[in-house]
């Protein structure tokens, strides 16, 4: 069974950093993607970075690119994501999220994800 904790969110000033934290087990898919979303209110959940489980591809929205940072830490089993020059847009509830396998150029699409973490809050204040 796959479980996915997130962990590190909180209320920061624009131009501050967050580092987001993805506790993951029972995943093991070679070829999987692990990613983070985000959702605002009353706007719909939305992909901010995924990154394939063997490392070797990373992608993020625009909104975020040099910005934000995904990697993980295999021994750890746990993925993340660094935040940097927060922006009052950037405020939501921060999602993880597990794929076994994804379609190429759809790393960003929340329906290609089966798993999903309850969520982490991050607020920033302008």
């Known amino acids: 069974q796959v479980h996915l904790v997130e962990s590190g969110g909180g209320s920061v000033q624009a131009g501050g950093s967050l580092r987001l934290s993805c506790a993951v087990s029972?995943?093991?898919?070679?070829?999987?993607?692990m990613a983070w979303f985000r959702q605002a209110p009353g706007r719909e959940r939305e992909g901010v970075a995924s990154?394939?489980?063997?490392?070797?591809?990373?992608r993020y929205a625009d909104s975020v690119k040099g910005r934000f940072t995904i990697s993980q830490d295999n021994a750890k089993n746990t993925v993340y994501l660094e935040m940097n020059s927060l922006k009052f847009e950037d405020t939501g509830m921060y999602y993880c999220?597990?794929?076994?396998?994804?379609?190429?150029?759809?790393?960003?699409?929340?329906?290609?994800?089966?798993?999903w973490g309850q969520g982490t809050q991050v607020t920033v204040s302008s």
């Open positions: 990154i394939r489980v063997d490392g070797s591809s990373t």
């Open positions: 999220a597990a794929a076994s396998s994804i379609l190429s150029g759809f790393t960003l699409a929340r329906e290609q994800y089966s798993y």
């Open positions: 029972g995943f093991s898919a070679s070829r999987g993607f």
